[in-house]
């Protein structure tokens, strides 16, 4: 079985930073994505960023320039660095592991709070 523990997020005011991280554990196949998504109050759950276990990456419209995304594959472990943070920024973050057609995994979410 697989589990993806986070840690990282808090309260921050707007314009400061905060790193989130995702550690992984169990049975984890090589050639996989890792990644964030999150979900404000009253919203869908949507895609914040992802990293391939080979560096590719992509993000959200709304976090590019802010947000980078990394990952350590020896400690299957997957980092994002949030920086110049707004309120609208503010969600549960919930990690997910996507193993293609082995399935998709995520973490039980973090919040980040951002005040204005």
């Known amino acids: 079985q697989v589990q993806l523990v986070e840690s990282g997020g808090g309260l921050v005011q707007a314009g400061g930073s905060l790193r989130l991280s995702c550690a992984a554990s169990?049975?984890?196949?090589?050639?996989?994505?890792m990644g964030w998504f999150r979900q404000a109050p009253g919203k869908q759950r949507e895609m914040v960023a992802g990293?391939?276990?080979?560096?590719?990456?992509n993000f959200a419209d709304s976090v590019k320039g802010r947000f980078t995304i990394s990952r350590d594959n020896a400690k299957n472990t997957v980092y994002l660095q949030m920086s110049n943070l707004k309120p609208e920024d503010t969600a549960v973050y919930y990690c997910?592991?996507?193993?293609?057609?082995?399935?998709?995994?995520w973490g039980q979410g973090t919040q980040v709070t951002v005040s204005s």
């Open positions: 997910y592991l996507d193993l293609g057609r082995r399935g998709d995994y």
């Open positions: 990293v391939t276990s080979g560096g590719s990456t």
């Open positions: 169990g049975r984890i196949f090589s050639g996989n994505t």
